[in-house]
């Protein structure tokens, strides 16, 4: 069976840090690139990151540059997306999204991914 789980997001204050878990199942995890979106009420789901199959190469959207990273450990099925100095504005759903991919060392954040988690909810609030 086809899975990914989100896991990680919770209430942290302004300036805090998270880190978000993205762990696979049911598909041959190491030849998909991995994308992280988010959605905030009343907003339109945003592409934050991707990394490559292979883990060489990695996206980040301009709100999050320099404050996430994203990064792979192919042998646990897991993607990770470290988030420091998070904001108010941080604040939505996280989605993680599978992408089987030729190119091993490439990713694009806006692609058609093909498989979605559930999300898991990051509140950034005082």
């Known amino acids: 069976q086809l899975q990914l789980v989100e896991s990680g997001g919770g209430l942290v204050q302004p300036g805090g840090s998270l880190r978000l878990s993205c762990t696979a199942s049911?598909?041959?995890?190491?030849?998909?690139?991995i994308g992280w979106f988010r959605q905030a009420p009343g907003k339109e789901r945003e592409g934050v990151s991707c990394?490559?199959?292979?883990?060489?190469?990695?996206n980040y959207g301009d709100s999050v540059k320099g404050r996430f990273t994203i990064s792979r450990d192919n042998a646990k099925n897991t993607v990770y997306l470290q988030m420091n100095s998070l904001k108010s504005g941080d604040t939505a759903v996280y989605y993680c999204?599978?992408?089987?991919?030729?190119?091993?060392?490439?990713?694009?954040?806006?692609?058609?991914?093909?498989?979605w988690g559930q999300g898991t909810q990051v509140t950034v609030s005082s």
């Open positions: 999204a599978a992408l089987e991919v030729r190119i091993p060392s490439l990713c694009v954040i806006m692609a058609s991914y093909k498989y």
């Open positions: 049911g598909f041959r995890f190491n030849s998909h690139a």
């Open positions: 990394i490559s199959s292979s883990g060489g190469g990695t």
